[in-house]
C-alpha cells in the first residue's frame, strides 16, 4: 500500500484513534483528553489540505480492502467527498473546541469525546465511501454513535427523544440496505462513478430501478429529514448544544443529503433519474419539505426547535439543488451543503451560548440578549441573516445559484417555493433579531451562570467557535468567485459530473 | 384443550408407531455393506476372539472411549447435585433398625465375595466369549449396592483423592493406552493398537474400566442413596 | 413353532409390562415392573443370540436402573409423609 | 507431518479427567493452559485444511464401514476454531466470576472440558452412531451445567432441558437404527454414496424425520424452543455463554451435515421452505418475547431463540435455482452462526457481570450501569451490533449475504423477515441499553467487580464486530474443505 | 417371519410407547421410565433390524451396550436432579411452562 492510499485511512484514523484513547481516559484526565482530541483535529485538516493539494495536481487517493470477493471497501478521495471532509473536519475542529468550554465540569465526558470522535469518523467515512457498501457502513456507524451523544444527559426525555432517533434512523437503514442489496444483485459491485453507472442496465429493468430508487431515497431521505420522515429531528434537539451543532450542520443531516447526491449523480446518473421520471418527484418532496419546515419553525417557541426545524428546510435546499436537471443547480443544492453547515452550526453554538450563559431557551426569554450577550448576538445575526439569503452572506450565493438553476430548467414553480421559503425564514428570523437587539433586557438574568464567564461576555471557548463561523458565512458570500471558497470548488465538481458524457 | 392436545399426540404417535412397523417389515436386508462378515474376517488381527468385545473395544473402541466419558460425566453431573456433607456411616443405623434385613445381611456377606469372583471371571472371558469390562463393572457396582442396601457400605459422599483417583482411573489408562499407542506404535493414529500386543492392550484397558465402572455405576447409586440421610441429618 | 409362541409370549409381556409400569397408579409397582420389564428384555436378548446385552440389561438396566428408581421412590415417600405431618 | 486431529480428541477428554482428579473447583488453570494448547492445534489443523482440502481420518485404522472415521472439511475447521477462540476469554471470565460467586463451581471444570472434548468430537465425526454419542456426551455436559448453580429454578430448567434431549436424542437414534437395518453401515462417507445411488425406501424418509426432528429439539427451533429460555436464563453466567454460544450450533452443524451430505437426494424444497418458516417464526417469536422479558439474562435467552431463526433461512435459499444465491445464503448462514456464537457469549458474560454487580436479575436495576460499568455496557452493545446485523460486525456481513441471497432470488418474504428481525433485535437491545442510560435510582448500590471479569465479554464482542472485515478468510476456509 | 423382526417390530411400539409416555405423563419418574422403555426400543429395533437374517450380528449389540451403559448415565443424572427438585421444592412435577 503506498502512501497516497493509506491517506484516506490516516484521515479516519485521525479521529478515530483518538476517540478510542479518550474512550479509556479516567474521567480526570481533561488536559491529556483536550490534547489528543485537538491534535487529531489539527492533524486531520492538515491531511485533508495535503489531500485537497493533492486532488487539484490530480493525485487520486484511492484505498481498496477486499471484505469478501466481489465486496469491496473502497475509499477514495475525490472532489465531492474532499468538500464534505474538509467541511466536517474544519467544523469539527471548533465543535471540539466548543464542546470543550461547553461540557467543562460535567459528568462523563470521556465517554462523550469518544463518541465525539467516533462520530466524526463515521461522517468522513460517509464522505470518502466510493461505493454503497462502504457508504452504508458508515452510514450505520454515524446512527451508532450518534446515539449515545443524543441521550449523554440521560435524562428520561434525551431517552425517549434517542428511541425516536433509533426508530426512524434503524428502519431508514434498513430500507437503505434493500435497496442497496438490490443494486447490487443487478449490477454487481459498482464504484461511485461521475455520471452513473445504472444505465447500462436495460430497459427490462426500469421498473425495478425506479423502485431500488426510491428505497434508497427513502433510506437516506430519513437522515435528510425529507418530509415526512423527519419526525426525529426536532426531538433529537434534546442533546447536548455541541452534539446539535455537530448533528444538523455536518454529521447526520448531511449524510443524507451527501448520499442523495452521490446516489442521483455518480450511482444512477443524473441524465438516467431525469429519463427514469424520478427526478421531478424528487424535487417537489425537496420543495414540500423545504416549506413545510418553515412554516413549522414558525410556530415553535424553543429556540433550539426552531432551528432543528430550520435545518428540516434549509437541508432540502441541496435536495432541490440536486433534483434540478442541470449544472446551475446541482452548483446551487451542492454549495448549499458547505453554506448550510456553517451558517447552522454558528446559529447552534449561539443558542448553545445563550442556554449556557443566561439559561434562555424560549425565544420570548431573550429580550435584550444582545446587549447582554453583543458578540454572540453578531454571530448569531449573521448567519440568521445568512439563512434568509441576504446579499454579502453564503446563503446568498446558495439561493442565487438554485434560482438562476431552476430558471435555466423551466422550472419556475421552484423558484416561487425559494421566495416563499426566503419569506418564511425572514418571518421566524427577524422577530428573534427585533428580541435580541431592540427590545429591553430584563432587570437581571436569572439563572446567569457567573462562573463560566471570564472577561468575555460568555467562556472564551464557547465565544471563539460561534465568530469564526460566522465569519466564514460572510467570507464565503463575499469571496465566493476566488479561488479558495467552496463555490469554486463546487463548480470543479459540478463541470466532472455534467461533461463526463 | 389439553385433553385435545392429549389426544393429538396419541393419534401422532400411534400413527407414527404403525408406519415404523409397516417400515420395518417392508424393509430389504441390505445388499451393499455386510458388516457381520467383515468383522469376522478382521477378527483375528483385533486381538480378542469375541466379536463384540472386538467391536467394542478394537473396531469401535471410539465410541467405547466416548461412552465410558459419559459415564463418568453422569456421575459429575451427580456429584454437582449432592453438594458438602460429612460421610457418616448413618447408613447401617438407618436401615438395620428393620429386622428383616439381618437377613439380608447375612446373604449378602455370603454373596458378595462370589459377586467379585464373577466379575473377575466375566472380565477375564470378556475376551473370547460374552462378557467382559462392562458387564464385570455393572457385577461389581451391585455388589457395592448390595454391600449398601444392606448396611455394610456407607453412602459416599464428597469423594475424596483416592476415590476420586478409582473413579477416573480406568478412564485414564485407556486415555494413556490411546496416548502410548499413538506415540510408539503407530505415530498419529488413534486407537490403532498392533496386532501382536492388541489383545493385552485390550485387556489391559479393560482391567482398568471394569475397576473404574464398578466404582463410577455403584457411585450413581451410591452418592444418590445419602440425600435420604441428609435430610434426617438435617432434623 | 415352540419357540413362535415363546417369542409372542414375551413380546406380549414386554409390552404388558412396559404399558402397566406407565400407567398405573401407583409408582412402587410401576418401577417394581419396570424392573419386571428390565428382565424380560434379558430374556429377549438371550433369544436374540446377544448374551452379552443379557447380561448388561440384567445387571445395569433392571439392577441398576431398577435399584435407583426404588431408593428414589423410598424418597418420594419419606418426603410426602414429612411434607403431611 | 505431524497430525492434530488425534491430539484434539484425547486432550481435553485428558484434561476433564484430571480436573475432576483435581478436585471440587479446581481445574480452571488447566482448563486455560489445555486450552491455548488446543487452540494452537486447531490453528495447525485449519492451516492443513485449508492447503490440503478436505480429508478422512480412520480411527484404529480400520477405515468405514467396520471402524469409526473421521472428517475434517473447511466447516469443521471453523467451528473447531470457533469454539476454542469462544471458550478461551470465557475462561478466564470463569476464573474470576467464580471467585466473585462460589455458587455453580462445584464440578464446572471437568464439566466444560468434558464439554468442549463433545463438541470437538462431534464435529469432526463421520459416523451416525458416534455422533449419537458425542451428542449425548454434550447434553450431559451441558445438562449438569446449568443444574450446578444448585436452587429449584435452575435444576428444573435443567430437568426439562435434559428430558428433551434426551428425547431428541432418542428419535436421532432411532433414526440410525433404520438407517443400519436399511443399508447395514453408520458411516457418512458409506451412507451418503449409497442414498445417492439407490432407490430411497420408506424406512429412509422416516430416519430422516426423526433424526432431523430430534436435532431440532436440540438446536431449539420454534416452536421446540420452550426448554432453551429457562435453561440458558439460569444457568450461572459463564454456563450461559457457553451453551447459547456454541451448543445448540453443534446440533445446527449436524443437521446441516446430515442435510446436505445424507439426506441430499431426499431434501424437498416444500421441507426447506418449512424449515425457512419456522426460522422466521422464531426470529419474530422470539425477539418479541426477548424484549417482552423483565430479566436480562431472559431477554439474552430469547434472543438466542430469535438468532437460531436466521440459521434456518438458509435451507429454502441453499434451495434456489441460481448458484449464487445458493451460495451467498451458505456463506451468510456460516457467518450469522460464528458472529452469533461470539456475540451470544459476550453478551452473557456482560450480562453477567452486569447481574453480579447489581446482585438480581432484573433490568430495572440496570439504571446507572453506564457510569458504574462503562465497559460492560459497552461490550454488551457491541454484541448487540452485531445482532441487529449492523456493519461492520460480522452479523452485518451474515445479513449482506443473506439478503442478498434473498432478493436475487426474489425471496422477498425472507427478506422482510430479516429486516424485520433486524428492528426488532435493536428494540431488545436498546431496551436495556437506554435502561443503563437512565442515572442510577437513589439508594441502589452497585457492587464493584474485578476487572478481569470485564474484559473477556469486550474482547469477544470485538472479535464479533471486528468480524465482518475478516469474514473472507473464514469463508475461504469454509469453502476450501 | 424371523423372532428378530417380530422383536423389531416390538421395539418400535416400545419406542412409540415410550415417546408418547415421556411427552404426556407429567410425573418426573414416570417420564424417566418412560424414557427407559424408549430407549429399549430403539435398542430392540436397532439389532433386531441388523439381525433380520437370522445370523447375530456383533455391531449393532456392541451399539446397544453403549446404549444402555449411556442410558443409565442418564437415568442416574436425571434421578439425581429430580431428587434435588423434590428436595427443593417438594413436588415430583414440572412447574407449567412459563
Known sequence: MNFNGSLPLLVLASSLVPGMIIFFLPESRIRLRTTL?????????????????????????????????????????????????????????????????????????SRFFGFFSFCVTATVGVAMASNLFTFFIFYELLTLSTYPLIVHRGTEAAIRAGNVYLAYTFTGGAVLLTGIVWLYGLLGQVEFTHGGVAAILGSEHTAQLQVIFLLLIA?????????????????????????????????????????????????????????????????????????????????????????????????????????????????????????????????????????????????????????????????????????????????????????????????????????????????????????????????????????????WETHRLLLMPPLITAAATLAAGIFADTGWSPLFWVKLIAEVEFTVK | MKNLF???????????????????????????????????TQLDASGVTHPVTAVLLNFRGYDTLLEVMVLLLALLGVLAQIGKREQRNLSAWFRLSQPYLQVLLWLVRMIVPLMVLVAGYLLWVGGHQPGGAFQAGAVLAAAGVLLNLSGVLPSWAEPAWNLRTGLVFG???????????????????????????????ILLIEMGLTLSLGLILAGLFLFLSGDAIEDEAEK | MSNLVLDLLLVIALLWSALRSLMTPNLFHAVVLFIVFGLLMAIVWVRLHAPDIALAEAAIGAGLSGALLLDTVGYLHKKQRESLS | MFDPIPWLILLPLAWGCLAFLAGVGRGGRLAFAGLIIQLALTIVLARQIAMEGARHYAVGGWGAPLGIDLYVDGLTGVMLLLIHVVTLPLVVYARAYFSCQAEGVGYFWPLTLFLLAAMNALFMSADIFNIYVTLELLSLAAVGLVAAAGSAGPIAAAVRYLLVTLLGSGAYLMGVALLYGTYGSVSLTVLGPLLAATEISAAVFLAAMLMLTGLLLKTALFPFHFWLPPAHGSAPAPVS????????????????????????????????????????????????????????????????????????????????????????????????????????????????????????????????????????????????VTLMGLPPSGGFIAKWLLISSAVNGGQWGWVAVMILGGLLSAAYVFKVLCQAFLPPVAGVKFKPVRRVLEWPAFLLALISLLLGFRSGEILSLLGGG | MSSALIYACTGAALFVFGVTGLILLSHLLRKILAFNIMGSGIFLVLVGLGQRSGTPDPIPQAMVLTGIVVAVAATGLALALVRRLLHFTGEIRLPEEP
Open chain 1, 37 to 109: 482530541n485537538l491534535a487529531g483535529a489539527v492533524l486531520k485538516l492538515l491531511l485533508i489540505g495535503y489531500m485537497l493539494w493533492g486532488v487539484q495536481h490530480d493525485q487520486s487517493y484511492v484505498f481498496r480492502y477486499d471484505v469478501l470477493p466481489g465486496l469491496e471497501l473502497i475509499f477514495k478521495a475525490d472532489a465531492l467527498a474532499l468538500l464534505f471532509v474538509t467541511l466536517s473536519a474544519a467544523l469539527w475542529f471548533l465543535t471540539t473546541l466548543y464542546a470543550v468550554g461547553y461540557l467543562e465540569g460535567s459528568p462523563h465526558r
Open chain 1, 219 to 455: 433510506g437516506l431521505g430519513v437522515k435528510a429529514a425529507l418530509v415526512p420522515l423527519h419526525g426525529w429531528l426536532p426531538q433529537a434537539m434534546i442533546a447536548p448544544a455541541p452534539v446539535s451543532a455537530l448533528l444538523h450542520a455536518v454529521a447526520v443531516v448531511k449524510a443524507g443529503a451527501f448520499g442523495i447526491i452521490r446516489v442521483v449523480y455518480e450511482v444512477y446518473g443524473i441524465e438516467f433519474v431525469q429519463t427514469l421520471n424520478l427526478l421531478m418527484p424528487l424535487a417537489v418532496v425537496a420543495a414540500i419539505t423545504i416549506i413545510w419546515g418553515s412554516l413549522r419553525a414558525l410556530w415553535q417557541d424553543d429556540l433550539k426547535r426552531c432551528l432543528a426545524y430550520s435545518t428540516v428546510s434549509q437541508v432540502s435546499y441541496i435536495i432541490l439543488g440536486v433534483a434540478l436537471f442541470g449544472p446551475t443547480g446541482t452548483i446551487g443544492g451542492v454549495v448549499h451543503l458547505v453554506h448550510q453547515g456553517i451558517m447552522k452550526i454558528t446559529l447552534f453554538f449561539c443558542a448553545g451560548n445563550y442556554a449556557e450563559t443566561l439559561d434562555v431557551h424560549k425565544i420570548i426569554e431573550m429580550n435584550g440578549a444582545g446587549r447582554r450577550m453583543p458578540w454572540t448576538s453578531i454571530a448569531f445575526s449573521v448567519a440568521a441573516f445568512g439563512m434568509i439569503g441576504a446579499p454579502l452572506t453564503a446563503g446568498y450565493i446558495s439561493k442565487l445559484y438554485l434560482s438562476q438553476g431552476a430558471e435555466m430548467v423551466g422550472m419556475a414553480w421552484a423558484n416561487w417555493v425559494l421566495t416563499a421559503s426566503s419569506l418564511l425564514n425572514a418571518a421566524y428570523f427577524l422577530p428573534i433579531l427585533y428580541r435580541l437587539w431592540f427590545e429591553n433586557q430584563p432587570q437581571m438574568w436569572l439563572h446567569e451562570r457567573i462562573h463560566v464567564r471570564g472577561r
Open chain 2, 6 to 40: 392429549n389426544a393429538l399426540v396419541i393419534v401422532l404417535f400411534a400413527v407414527l408407531g404403525l408406519t415404523l412397523i409397516w417400515v420395518i417389515l417392508e424393509l430389504q436386508p441390505p445388499t451393499h455393506v455386510h458388516l457381520s462378515k467383515q468383522v469376522l
Open chain 2, 171 to 201: 478412564l485414564l489408562v485407556f486415555l494413556l493406552v490411546a496416548a502410548a499407542v499413538m506415540v510408539v506404535a503407530s505415530p498419529g493414529l488413534l486407537l490403532q493398537y498392533p496386532p501382536a500386543s492388541a489383545g493385552m492392550l
Open chain 4, 241 to 384: 455463554a457457553l451453551l447459547s454460544a456454541l451448543v445448540i450450533k453443534a446440533s445446527f452443524y449436524l443437521i446441516l451435515r446430515l442435510w446436505f451430505d445424507l439426506f441430499a437426494p431426499l431434501v424437498t424444497i416444500p421441507v426447506a421452505q418449512l424449515l425457512g418458516g419456522l426460522g422466521a417464526a422464531a426470529i419474530l417469536w422470539g425477539s418479541v418475547l426477548a424484549f417482552m422479558q423483565v430479566r436480562l439474562k431472559m431477554l439474552v435467552a430469547y434472543s438466542t431463540v430469535a438468532q437460531i431463526g436466521y440459521l434456518f433461512l438458509l435451507f429454502p435459499l441453499m434451495m434456489l435455482p441460481i448458484p449464487e444465491a445458493a451460495e451467498s445464503a451458505l456463506q451468510g448462514g456460516m457467518m450469522q452462526l460464528v458472529a452469533h456464537a461470539l456475540a451470544k457469549a459476550a453478551m452473557f458474560a456482560a450480562a453477567g457481570v452486569m447481574v453480579l454487580s447489581a446482585g438480581k436479575d432484573d433490568i430495572a436495576l440496570l439504571s446507572g450501569m453506564s457510569s458504574h460499568l462503562p465497559l460492560t455496557l459497552f461490550a454488551f452493545a457491541l454484541a448487540g
